[in-house]
């Protein structure tokens, strides 16, 4: 109730509205932990993989996907707050945005198993409906899920143009075993300075060098989604009336507030945890690194227990970490996903610790 609270005081009965910083915020923990966007959509990499090796121009083919991701995202979140709405439960195959946007970003195989996601099914040659709607954790879900592969191809299309790259290597970069401290590396080999942040606040995006354009912060306009709605009753501007020139109108940001998800520490007031990630360090700690590995951890090992007390991880087995959880504040790491989550990101505090040392 209290996400759904949000998403109606973000968008209200008239659309979305372009004042969210959702986005922002979400952005930032994909630039930190890339592994994040599997977690919150399985199958994205793969698909991300599948598109940019297969089309001729990977930047036009990325820049497709986030506005086809974009529209799915709208699609969850109309569903989960109208459902009662027969706009909403129904896609036309001949509407502008579905022709225009969705059809040519994504494969035919994805196209259809996102929108199953959603409970549309194919009723005829020229329409999709919901039958049945999907539970609201389900459609919350899947919204933020599309919400994060569209960040991904932003992220991606932002470090092309500035690093000219391969979108594709790129990709490998965050994604391999290195994480986002192969990428971090990625950026120092090629000369690109960056400005470590001084805490671990969630607030602070550690890729400061490459900031978003002013053109995408900005408020503007937008109208409600003309995805769903026949010819007749379309607005007089959006993706309904897409004529094969995309992006030629102004589209505001449709970010749902997804903070709900990530529940607060008590007593803390910083922005909340995703996954299991570590807690940052508080406000009147100035200097990195946040947290550190123990010399139990050898290379390629995973950590079982955090000290928050020593801000020290702890592979199974170590003495050290048994005293720690006797007399010191910490968490077990349950779980292959979070224990990875855990030692990227204290690797990447480890790694901008020593390049801002004195030298």
Known sequence: ???????????????????????????????????????????????LVRRLRNHPDPGLALRGLAGAFQQLELAAINLYLFPWRREFSTIQTFSGAYVHLLRPALPEADLVQSLGRLGYQQQDQHRLAVTRVPPGPTLIAAAVGFLAC?????????????????????????????GATGCLELLQDLGIEHRAASDCSDGVDLYQEVPDSPEDTEGKATAPPALWRDPQDAPTRGWGHCDGT???????SADPDISHLFPEQEGTGR?????????????????????????????????????????????????????????????????????????????????????????
Do not use: N
Request: charged share 25%; with cysteine.
């Open 246 to 252: 995309l992006g030629s109108e102004p589209m505001g």
């Open 1 to 47: 109730q209290e996400y759904r609270r949000s998403l109606e005081r973000e968008f209200g009965p008239a659309g979305p509205c372009a004042g969210s910083t959702a986005a922002e915020q979400l952005r930032q923990r994909l630039w930190r932990e890339p592994a994040l966007l599997g977690a919150l959509q399985e199958d994205a990499l793969a698909l």
């Open 271 to 359: 922005s909340p945890q995703v996954l299991g990630e570590p807690q940052g360090s508080p406000q009147d700690t100035p200097e990195l690194p946040c947290y550190q590995l123990h010399s139990c951890l050898r290379r390629g090992m995973l950590p079982s227990y955090c000290c928050s007390t020593c801000r020290e991880l702890h592979a199974v087995g170590c003495a050290v970490g048994r005293a720690c959880r006797s007399r010191h504040r910490g968490q077990e790491l349950r779980g292959e996903r979070q224990q990875r989550l855990w030692l990227q990101r204290t690797e990447l505090d480890m790694l901008l610790a020593q390049g801002s040392a004195p030298r």
């Open 150 to 178: 569209r960040l991904e191809c932003e992220i991606l299309v932002e470090l092309a143009l500035r690093l000219h790259r391969p979108h594709i290597e790129l990709l490998e970069a965050r994604h391999g075993a290195g």
